[in-house]
């Protein structure tokens, strides 16, 4: 289990040396996207007989795709209300809202709409990969993948590396976490740890380098500032995640229409 109080803001007289708090953000935004992804990733391609059927007496395509983005998010938001809920009813945190004036509410805005960014990016995976066993074969990649350009939250070495970097831009993960920091102002309830993740090891004879590092040269990550242009650039950046792929879904599946089967 994670240690509780950690996104909850030090007394003044206490200072947290180690958090933890990148790590209780990041499990949860994991937990939700596969989540979002679950419920999703066999919807379209265990339906295609049907559609095709359909599609030849007139069904509109972005009429299936709305439909099926409608009920599937109603349950993925469902389902990210509970696990927000149980992630942080031990955390004392976190307290102060950026934009929606209640902080539990706003993290779970944003956590969930990365929950329908991932619902969204397996919708789309189901109408391509044509069966429900290939989709769900894929599920797991897709996880991974996910996984690894949303690590930088609690290892930036992973994806401070070029081309890891511009792909975690498209990664709803990654702006997922983004979003759930900035509210939770991880890079104030880091910032000592933070700092101290960067002194890997300190020279006995010489320690003004160290000394340095943690008192100066340490510069907190923009994506996780808590103001409001951080926190809608997350928004931003999700709700595009959920429009493409569903777009992209939309003309995946014209190759149902009639006269283009086989």
Known sequence: ???????????????RFVSVAPLVLFVLILG????????????VARELPLLWSERAVGLSLSAYV????????LIVIGQTVVVVALATARQHGPRS????????????VIVAVAGLASMALAL?????????????????????????LSAGGILPEIVDRPGLEQLSLAS??????????ATADVNRLEGFSGRLRDVRTVDATD???????ITVDYRPEGRWAHTARA???ALVALALLIIVPLIATTFALRRFDPGRAG
């Open 97 to 108: 809202a950026i934009l929606l004036g209640w902080a539990p509410l706003e993290l779970t």
């Open 1 to 15: 289990a994670l240690p509780a109080g950690e996104l909850g803001v030090p007394g003044p007289q206490e200072v």
């Open 207 to 213: 320690a003004i380098p160290a000394v340095d590092a």
């Open 231 to 233: 926190w809608l650039t």
């Open 124 to 148: 789309l995976i189901s109408a391509l990969a044509g069966s429900a066993e290939r989709a769900t074969t894929l599920l797991p990649v897709v996880l991974i993948l996910q996984l690894v």
């Open 66 to 73: 709305t439909a099926k983005a409608i009920v599937l998010g």
């Open 172 to 181: 709803s993960a990654q702006w997922g976490f983004a979003g759930a920091a």
């Open 32 to 43: 939700v996207t596969w989540l979002g992804a679950n419920v999703a990733i066999r919807e």
